[in-house]
């Protein structure tokens, strides 16, 4: 069995701690949801490369990109909606520790909150997130 959907899982957890601390709503992949106006998160998860954890190992590493983004109300980016993607951002920072299953995941590189797109009526804020993986 793949650890793909234990990394999921990991990082999913995560995300719906911190999303918590912002009173946002989630719209996590697959699942139905309509956008409240008050704003929300979109969550997408990216695996990038899936390698052998070591040599002659049957167990994998994998890397990929957490995509965290927040959706503001338009006029409110760059108070309320920037401040929640700061919020995500500072639960993911470099060495956090996540598991579920058979997945170890670590996130790697400090987040990046990129400048905003504007997508009427909300103004997006990308939070990218990158993780790495390994079987325990």
Known sequence: MGIHLDIQKALLAQVKTAAASTGLSVAYPNVDFSPPKAGYIRVNIEALET???????????????LLLDVFAPEGEALSGGMAHADTLAAAFVPGTALAS????????????????LSTPPFY???????WRACET
């Open 124 to 130: 997006m804020i990308p939070v990218t997130i990158q």
């Open 101 to 116: 299953g058979a997945a170890s995941v670590k996130i790697v590189m400090p987040p990046r909150v990129s400048g905003g």
């Open 51 to 65: 390698t052998p954890a070591g040599l002659g190992e049957s167990k994998l590493r994998e890397n990929g990109l």
